[in-house]
């Protein structure tokens, strides 16, 4: 057990007794909330299955995970989660899971949401998270629609989409969210299909695996207001679900082909490619995360003030102020 485990632990006034003592695997049953209450056939089931299937695998600490969400069918998703989590104002999880993320390092925060979610309303929060680093899984279930609100424009509605808010077809150029995540700073940059279970739990785990603001955008099919909309990568449908050709570095003609994930400019070109485009990881850096950076200034401060407690050095910051 780390040390920041046996920290948060004994605050919460656990004894590590208990902490250590062997436990059971962790097992869908004892993940599994509430039914979830999403209409028959929305993609958001399958996402929710590979998300236990993924908490299974890994056998995380079952007190360690968190998921949160903001508004929407997608954010509904914490109901569903036996663990710790809160379903959060519209747009606003980034900074809840932002200042968890940096309280408690040891926690496993998961967010998820809808585009709505993330890229109108939340759009701003998600470029600073990105920015920051903070370290994070945010799960992004693509709809091109406001499923909730039953049929609105969405920001990653495309032109011609009839809705609610547009009936004679939307006017406006959709976000691109691979390259509004590149451009934001976001440090591991994913995308996938909610048809396709393998590739959904792979990009999750690879996303847990990253320190720092980790982003899958997953289409995940609203059966009731956009139906069909991802057929194009859906081979069960007649489309092709055309993956992302990592580079392996094995020094073979073929490599000099394959997508190296770190390369920002290659990561764009991928994005630009025309709907449905193409799945896998498009871009990941070490940039260190506002975590880790947090952390030292916090060590640095208290060893200058004489290995000062929390109280006092938020004391010591007061009486500057007088
Ligand atoms: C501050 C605020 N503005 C607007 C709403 C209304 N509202 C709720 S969910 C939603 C959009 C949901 O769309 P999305 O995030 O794509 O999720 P989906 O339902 O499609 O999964 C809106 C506009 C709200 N609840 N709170
Ligand atoms: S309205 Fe659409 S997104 Fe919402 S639960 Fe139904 S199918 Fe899913
Ligand atoms: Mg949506």
Redesign the pocket.
């Known amino acids: 057990m780390s040390e920041e485990t046996n920290g948060s632990s004994v605050a919460a006034g656990i004894s590590p007794a208990v902490l250590d003592a062997p436990r059971e695997k962790l097992n869908k049953k004892a993940i599994t909330a509430d039914h979830p209450t999403w209409c028959p056939g929305c993609g ?1 089931f399958a996402v929710l299955a590979s998300f236990y299937k993924v908490l299974e695998k890994r056998n995380l600490d079952h007190e360690k995970i968190v998921t949160l969400a ?6 509904r998703f914490p109901y569903f989660v036996n663990g710790h989590g809160a379903h959060f ?3 606003r999880a980034v900074p809840l899971a932002s200042g968890i993320s940096l309280a408690r390092p040891d926690l496993h925060v998961f967010l998820f ?6 890229f109108s ?1 939340g759009g701003n929060h998600l470029d600073h998270g990105a920015r920051k680093n903070i370290n994070m899984v945010y799960f992004i ?1 693509d ?1 091109f ?5 039953k049929k ?1 424009t ?1 920001p990653t509605s495309p032109i011609g989409f009839k809705s609610k808010t547009d009936p004679t077809g939307a006017i406006d150029q959709p976000v691109n969210p691979m390259k509004k995540l590149i451009a934001g700073g976001a440090t591991f940059i994913a995308r996938t299909h909610a048809t396709q279970v393998k590739h959904m739990m792979d990009m999750i785990e690879r996303a847990m695996d990253h320190q720092g603001f980790s982003v899958i955008e997953c289409l995940s099919e ?1 059966v009731e207001f956009f139906p069909d909309v991802f057929d194009p990568a859906d081979p069960r449908k007649g489309g092709s679900f055309e993956l992302i050709q990592e580079k392996k570095w094995d020094n073979t003609p073929e490599d000099e082909l394959r997508h190296d994930v770190t390369d920002e400019l290659a990561a764009y070109k991928l994005a630009q490619l025309p709907f449905p485009g193409v799945f896998g990881v498009f871009y990941q850096n070490d940039r260190p995360t506002k975590n880790a950076l947090e952390k030292k200034w916090i060590e640095n401060t208290r060893d200058k003030l004489g290995n000062a407690t929390d109280v006092e050095v938020l004391q010591k910051t007061f009486d500057r102020m007088k």
């Open positions: 958001d903001g508004i929407g069918c997608s954010s104002i519209h747009g949401g809808g585009d709505g979610d993330g309303i279930m709809n629609v406001y499923g909730l609100t609105q969405s609203c």
